[in-house]
């Protein structure tokens, strides 16, 4: 049987690492598929500089991705530059020229995968995205085929690598956000920029993907809430720890009688949960079904060969739907067509919430801190200080009783002018059902 021909798009970490798993496993990939899956040509700006296993035989080096998407023998494009701008019009491009697709962009997916998905359908080609979210983990395959049976009530994930490892190593280390990001940058964890990781952005172009995945909707990624962990201190950890729990970035969808609530935040979780055992750069979904209850998938969120595992799966399943010419593809997304979804605000939420205040020290400050968290009908559960020299700045913990994140928003907004704070009180949702 023919051969299914390859045209690898972007050669940094993730297309680098493709192409060695490809070189690596040709003979194992071509005794599981029946036919040979060959790199007919590679695009990168900086082609000729770039090492291409001789293992792959002849293929064509260009710096020009359009002649990739217009070659006459290429298949399927595996687009792997990321962003949205050239892209997309390479996805565009490939579509146009009749080309599968496979991509590993997550920010692109998140934002118009559903439109390009059904321009896909109109021209006749498939759309395979395994490698946009927790590369090392098959959880598209899991929420498209594996779990497709049940209805789904929710999902949680830890789903950047970055800032898990930024916040395991604070709790395990004690040292400051500021140190372990610089670590996190020398050990290529996280960019020179790091905003995207550690202000919550990448997670939200994840979480719009899975939650499109599980639920059929049509997520706009700016109407998920989104916080960042820039102000985790290591004093969070040890507060949180004498109540029993750890601190993670959650990313999280629920069904409510209302509709969907989604949000990326730092939140407390339980120490005794799977999630919390998550650490270092690894990545975590934990989907809750109606009939199969809970199920959880972990593993590596990233690096070129456990992103690299997701591409070649990828091409290898587009590969197999190239050569059965069946007529009806399974969506990328799940479903056939995904809904409109009507966002539910997370200030509707109910939660218990642990807030941590900076203060110089007086009298009369848990009382006016009270008076604030009474005049929003807000209860108090208890109050928590550590041990601190520095009257100075002094840093302690309230936690209240379930609230819904409205009050607890204009609760903090209120005690953000009082004159002993520091900084406005820092408030995480305590996750109850984690």
Known sequence: MRQVNIGIIGLGNVGSGTLEILAETADQIALKLGFELKVT????????????????????????WREVVCHPEVDIVAELVGGT????????????????????????????????????????????????VAGG????????????????????????????????????RGD?????????QELGYAEADPSADVDGYDARSKLAI??????????????????????????????????GHTIRLICAARQTPKGLILSV???????????????????AVW?????????????????????????????MRVAREIRSGSPERVSPFAHERLGEYTPIPVTEQKRAYYLRFRVVDRPGIIAA???????KRISLEAVLQEPCETKHDLPFVITVEPTSEGAIREAVERMASLDFLLEPPLALPMEPSL
């Not at 995945?213 to 949180?240: K, N």
């Open 41 to 64: 040509a590679v695009c990168s700006r900086r082609v000729a500089s770039k090492p291409i296993p001789a293992a792959l035989g002849p293929v064509m080096k260009t710096p020009d």
């Open 265 to 283: 935040r730092p939140a407390l979780i339980r120490r005794s949960t799977i999630l919390a055992g998550v650490l270092g750069a690894y990545n």
């Open 210 to 243: 899975l939650a499109a995945l599980a639920f059929g909707e049509r997520i706009t990624p700016s109407d998920i809430f989104v916080d960042g962990i820039r102000r985790i201190t290591p004093i969070d950890f040890q507060y949180a720890h004498r109540l």
């Open 137 to 172: 983990i098959p959880i598209h395959a899991v929420l498209r085929e594996g779990i497709s049976g049940d209805r789904l009530v929710a999902i949680y994930g830890i789903l950047n690598g970055t800032s898990n490892y930024i916040l395991t190593e604070m709790e395990r």
């Open 287 to 315: 989907a809750k079904g109606v009939y199969g209850e809970d199920t959880f998938y972990y593993g590596r969120g990233a690096g070129s060969r456990p992103t690299g595992v997701a591409v070649v799966s990828d091409l």
């Open 369 to 375: 801190l009270a008076g604030i968290l009474a005049e």
């Open 85 to 132: 701008t050239v892209a997309a019009d390479i996805i565009n491009a490939a579509i146009d020229n009749h080309k599968s697709v496979v991509t590993a962009n997550k920010e692109l997916m998140a934002e118009c995968g559903s439109e390009i998905w059904e321009r896909a359908i109109r021209q006749g080609i498939n759309l395979a995205m395994e490698a946009s």
């Open 176 to 184: 400051s956000f500021e140190t372990v990001l610089r670590e996190a």
